[in-house]
């Protein structure tokens, strides 16, 4: 049993790559498929590992390299479900802004009640932020240290201060940040699951 909570733990270090053609489309429906595969495998491997006796030497250390590897590179179709289910467009809000003449605020609607409006300046970086902290998250629980956590929520809180006074951007920071950080959460909670 040991080993299958493993294997399944490992198989959500690789699903992502697996998963990735169908993660990248700027769609709904394939996003939140993948986030549910994810979590689907992920509660899997939990149950199993809960189930198993615990895992030692090699097995507890393969256990911790792919809980960190799944944390990190798991948790964009996650991240972008929560954001699709909170009302923020996850696509705009990791790439930049269109320099298309239709996105200009020339061009913008003169009818207040229109309903188009201008896209919202995206907060840069939130993919590869987001898996430096998943990773972070993940090495400082696998570790025992859940001080750890405190502190990286706070370097990015400081780090994002100046862009978080922009009305979309707190809403859209508090979400994915919540999603990031639940997610390394339960993948670490898992891999310990496996170790202890």
Not at 122 to 141: C, K
Request: aromatic residues 4%; charged residues 15%; contains cysteine.
């Amino acid at each position: 049993m040991t080993t299958t909570a493993i294997a399944l733990l490992v198989a959500l270090a690789v699903l992502p790559a697996v998963l990735h053609p169908i993660s990248r489309r700027h769609r709904v429906t394939p996003v939140l498929f993948a986030a549910t595969a994810t979590l689907m495998l992920l509660a899997a491997a939990a149950i199993v590992a809960g189930i198993a006796g615990p895992a030692d030497g090699v097995g507890a250390r393969i256990a911790q390299c792919a809980a960190v590897i799944a944390a990190v590179t798991g948790g964009g179709a996650v991240v972008r479900s929560v954001l699709v289910l909170g009302g923020v467009d996850p696509w705009r809000s990791d790439t930049p802004m269109s320099t298309d003449a239709s996105m200009s605020p020339e061009s913008a609607p003169d009818d207040p009640d229109s309903t188009e409006s201008l896209a919202a300046p995206p907060l840069r970086g939130g993919r590869v932020i987001g898996f430096l902290e998943r990773g972070a998250v993940a090495v400082t629980l696998i570790l025992g240290w859940p001080e750890g956590l405190a502190i990286i929520l706070a370097v990015k809180g400081l780090a994002r201060y100046p862009e978080l006074r922009e009305a979309h951007a707190g809403e859209q920071f508090i979400i994915g940040t919540f999603g990031s950080v639940l997610y390394a959460v339960a993948v670490a909670g898992t891999a310990h699951l496996i170790v202890s």
